[in-house]
């Protein structure tokens, strides 16, 4: 079982910068990937980026250039750094433990993962 808790989001001006945090509570929390995904008001869920275990990551297009992935295993967390943010970022951003990170899980993502319950960016413009 892991459980993931969000934090990081609040309101940013158009081109400005926030750090998500997503915290993994488990004992096996280092043995997952983990992905962020974003559901804009009336908008399907997406993929933001994900990061695998080894270290390889993954982004969406429309954040290549601008958000960065990291991991700290000894922290159990996740960070999302987000750069020149722009309206369109705004969205719920959450946080997911999986198997496998790659390009066909930033596209699909997985029900069956373990998700954390979100935090709001908001990018004013």
């Known amino acids: 079982q892991v459980q993931l808790v969000e934090s990081g989001g609040g309101l940013v001006q158009s081109g400005g910068s926030l750090r998500l945090s997503c915290a993994a509570f488990?004992?096996?929390?280092?043995?997952?990937?983990i992905g962020w995904f974003r559901q804009a008001p009336g908008k399907e869920r997406a993929g933001v980026s994900c990061?695998?275990?080894?270290?390889?990551?993954y982004y969406a297009d429309s954040v290549k250039g601008r958000f960065t992935i990291s991991r700290d295993n000894n922290k159990n967390t996740a960070y999302l750094q987000m750069n020149s943010l722009k309206p369109e970022d705004t969205a719920v951003y959450y946080c997911?433990?999986?198997?496998?990170?790659?390009?066909?899980?930033?596209?699909?993502?997985?029900?069956?993962?373990?998700w954390g319950n979100g935090t709001l960016v908001t990018v004013s413009s």
């Open positions: 997911a433990a999986t198997s496998i990170c790659n390009s066909w899980y930033l596209s699909h993502g997985n029900d069956m993962d373990y």
């Open positions: 488990g004992s096996i929390a280092e043995h997952y990937a």
């Open positions: 990061i695998a275990t080894t270290g390889t990551t």
